[in-house]
């Protein structure tokens, strides 16, 4: 099982970021998913979350009204997006994709998202 993020990189305060999480060796539309992120000295925590079906969404009381978490599922690729918009220095961390299916948790291996001038 492997999760793929990216899309992260350096980014100006108030630009804009979409991140990807896109999975092999699992059936990833059937998961539900949660961004994460965790920024230097501090503990990770949960961004956004959708549930299999993008039925369901929520968001950290930090993001809400800047991230968008949506998932395609039609696709060959099931993949998970979250875009960023209005991004702040705060914002900085490396962000983490987790698939729950019920039995496991997976993780990827995290994308750098910086923001600064």
């Known amino acids: 099982v492997q999760l793929v993020e990216s899309g992260g990189g350096l980014v100006q305060p108030g630009g804009s970021l979409r991140l990807s999480c896109a999975a092999s060796g699992l059936t990833f539309s059937r998961c539900d998913v949660i961004w994460y992120r965790q920024a230097p000295g501090k503990e990770r925590e949960s961004v956004a979350s959708?549930?299999?079906?993008?039925?369901?969404?929520?968001?950290a009381d930090s993001v809400k009204g800047r991230f968008t978490i949506s998932r395609d599922n039609t696709r060959n690729t099931v993949t998970v997006y979250l875009q960023m918009n209005s991004l702040k220095p705060e914002d900085t961390a490396v962000y983490y994709c987790?698939?729950?299916?019920?039995?496991?948790?997976?993780w990827g291996q995290g994308t750098q998202v910086t923001v600064s001038s």
């Open positions: 987790n698939a729950r299916d019920g039995y496991y948790n997976y």
């Open positions: 959708i549930t299999s079906a993008g039925s369901r969404t929520n968001y």
